[in-house]
């Protein structure tokens, strides 16, 4: 069973659309996370959620909305795509008592 | 803000030879530590975790080493393969607002050669 699954694994999508990433786990974690990858491979965190309530949002164009329904999910919904959002977006999840942290496949994320 | 860097950023080997990867971070408050491979196009597999309050892990091939009050980690790869050829991640959490952050590394590139 995938701990933690993401949906779509490539996304190709015109400039100004809107498009969403799903993120599931099946692992019973407290906090779930997204992270953007950049052409640099630098992995960046830009939301972390704590049973459905928002925790961390860091510098993050507000065309970016996390949204999770319950504490198993937390998808990422884009507004007006822009060329500087291809990326690989990751999703993650951890329990809260400071184990390890485990990743999705990630979503390769290309506008054009 | 933490932040958190790894040296070298790339790294060529023959097979075979033992090396150290090097990673560190600038606030040493942190609950613990994980290394990460990823390979390309792929996410990322977690290595080996260490807790703050340990010195190092080992699995297999690998030892992880922390140095939480010089804030350095250390990834020692054993006997080299070409299988090992990827980019390695180190990430150190902390506790922010009661809450966890997760920052990572820059990377290592390893390719070894066959």
């Known amino acids: 069973d995938t701990a933690v699954s993401q949906t779509p694994k490539y996304l190709v999508t015109q400039m100004g659309n809107d498009k969403s990433i799903k993120c599931e786990q099946n692992?019973?974690?407290?906090?779930m996370y997204w992270y953007k990858q950049d052409s640099k491979k630098f992995l960046k965190i830009m939301f972390s959620?704590?049973?459905?309530?928002?925790?961390i949002n860091e510098t993050v164009p507000n065309r970016f909305s996390p949204k999770s329904p319950d504490k198993a999910h937390l998808n990422l919904h884009i507004n007006s795509l822009e060329l500087g959002d291809s990326a690989v977006y990751f999703c993650?999840?951890?329990?809260?008592?400071?184990?390890?942290?485990?990743f999705g496949q990630g979503t390769r994320l290309t506008v054009v | 803000k933490q932040e958190v860097t790894q040296i070298p950023a790339a790294l060529s080997v023959p097979e075979g030879e033992n090396l150290v990867l090097n990673c560190s971070f600038t606030d040493s408050a942190i609950y613990n530590l994980q290394w990460f491979r990823q390979d390309p196009g792929k996410g990322l597999t977690s290595l080996l975790l260490?807790?703050?309050?340990?010195r190092e892990q080992t699995s297999g091939r690998l030892n992880a080493s922390l140095d939480k009050s010089s804030g350095r980690s250390t990834l020692y790869i054993a006997a080299s393969q070409p299988g090992d050829s990827a980019t390695y991640l180190c990430a150190v959490r902390k506790n922010s607002g009661g809450y966890q952050k997760v920052t990572f590394g820059t990377g290592t590139k390893l390719q070894v050669i066959p």
């Open positions: 260490i807790q703050s309050s340990q």
């Open positions: 959620y704590n049973n459905k309530e928002l925790i």
């Open positions: 692992l019973g974690h407290d906090t």
């Open positions: 993650a999840s951890s329990p809260r008592d400071n184990t390890e942290a485990f």
